[in-house]
C-alpha cells in the first residue's frame, strides 16, 4: 500500500494562504515537501495566536513528529534559512524533523546585487516587480549548469572551483554593463564554507526520503509557492517567477514520478489580489480595493508591499483548475468579504468581440479588455465562528455553491479567519 499524496498549490498570483492551509492539514500526513521558489515567497501560519511567517521552511513544521523536506526545485538563501531556523530554535517551535535536499541551489550574495540592478536597469513598462531577493538569477545560472548546490557547501575543492567559475563571469558583468564593484573571492568563500557548517546537520537526500514514505504507506503533502498565474510557463508572462508554480513542479522540484500524486488541490481567495507588476484584470483601484486590503491584511509578507486587490476572477480561476488538473478548492478568506452589500464575481473576458471564460495564452491589453461580471448579494454575519458549511448565512453558501458550479470542482475546504481552528472542512 502507497501514501497518499496530495499537493497544494496557489490557484491565483500567489498570496492566497497556502501555508495556513497547509498547516490545517498536516496533521494528516508525515511529510511536508516544500518543492519550488525560493525566499521571495512569505506563508503565514498563526496558531494558538501566535504568528509565523515561513520563507523557505516548509508549512508543517509546528506538528511535533512530522518530516519537512526542503526540495531540490527551492532555491536556499542560507542566512534567510538559519535564520528562520534560528528563530523557531529560541521560540522552542522547531518541533519537526527538516531535511534540504542537497540537490537544492543556493542563492548567493551576487545574485541579490544582479537580481537589484537588473531590475534598476528595465524601463518603467518592463520593470517586474521583483522581491531582489536573487531568485531568478539564482535560476538562470542552475539552468545554465553553473550553480552552486547545497551539497557543495560541504565540499570545500568543488565549493572553491564553483565560486572562482561564477565570480569571473560575475564580476565581468557588475563592473562592464551595471557599474558596481566586484566581488572579493575570500568573502564568498568564507561565507559560503561557514554556512555549509551550520547547515550540514540539516543536508541529506530529500527526493529518497519522500519516495520512501510514499513506499511505507505515509501520507505526503506537497507545499508550493506563488501562485499559476506566476508560473514560468504558464503565468501571466513575462511578469511571472522564475519557477514551476503549478502543479507538475511538485514532481520536479521533489524528485517523485507524476503517478505517485493522489489529488491536487488549488488555494484561492474568495477575491483576488497580486503583488508586483503585470496584468490584473480584475483590479479594483478605488474603495472596494482599499476596503479589501485593510479588511484581509493585504501586504506582502515577504516584503510588505501594499497587495493589489479585486473582485474574484472565474476566467483565471477556471484556467488553473485545467492547468493544475484542480479536483477541488481550498477558499480563503471568505470572512473579508463580510459586510459588503454585493459582490461582483468577473466570469467572461470580451476583446475584439470574442469572449473568453477562460484565460487565453496571451492576455489582451486592459485597454481592449470588457469585462463581464455577475453579481451576488452580499451578508453581514460574522463568519469567524463557523465550522460546518452550514452554520454559514445563505448568501455566503451560495457564494461558495456559484464558484463550484462555474469552476467545475468542489471547494473542499473554507476559511473563515487567520486561526488554524477557523477552517471549514466540506469535502476532505
Known sequence: MKGKAEVIIGAQWGDEGKGRIVDALADRVEVVVRYQGGANAGHTVIVEGEKHVFHLLPSGMLYPGKTCVIGNGVVVDPDQFLSEIGELRERRKDKARLVISESAHVVMPYHKIIDEAEEKRRSKGRKIGTTKRGIGPCYADKVNRIGIRVGDLLAADTLREKVIENLEIKNLLLTRIFNEAPIPFEEQMEKALAWGQQMSPYIGDGAAIVNDALDKGRGVLFEGAQGTLLDVDHGTYPFVT?????????????????????????????YC????????????????????????????????????????????????????????????????????????????????????????????????????????????????????????????????????????????????????????????
Not at 514532481?251 to 488555494?267: A, E, H, K, M, Y
Open 273 to 428: 489580489t497580486r503583488v508586483g507588476e503585470g496584468p490584473f484584470p480584475t483590479e479594483e483601484l478605488g474603495a472596494v480595493g482599499e476596503r479589501l486590503r485593510e479588511a484581509g491584511g493585504e501586504y506582502g509578507a515577504t516584503t510588505g508591499r501594499p497587495r493589489r486587490c479585486g473582485w474574484l476572477d472565474m476566467v483565471a480561476l477556471r484556467y488553473a483548475v485545467r492547468v493544475n488538473g484542480l479536483g477541488g478548492i481550498a477558499l480563503t478568506k471568505l470572512d473579508v468579504l463580510t459586510g459588503l452589500d454585493r459582490l461582483q464575481v468577473c466570469t467572461g473576458y470580451e476583446c475584439e468581440g470574442k469572449l473568453y471564460d477562460i484565460l487565453p495564452p496571451r492576455l489582451p491589453g486592459a485597454e481592449n479588455l470588457v469585462l463581464h461580471y455577475e453579481t451576488l448579494p452580499g451578508w453581514s454575519e460574522d463568519l469567524s465562528g463557523c465550522r460546518k458549511i452550514e452554520e454559514l448565512p445563505v448568501a455566503a453558501r451560495n457564494y461558495v455553491q456559484f464558484i463550484e458550479e462555474k469552476c467545475g470542482v468542489p471547494v473542499v475546504l473554507i476559511g473563515v479567519g487567520s486561526g488554524r481552528e477557523q477552517t471549514i472542512l466540506s469535502g476532505l
Open 242 to 270: 522564475s519557477s514551476s508554480a503549478s502543479a507538475g513542479g511538485a514532481c520536479i522540484g521533489s524528485g517523485v514520478g507524476p503517478t505517485r500524486i493522489d489529488r491536487v488541490l488549488g488555494v484561492a481567495k474568495a
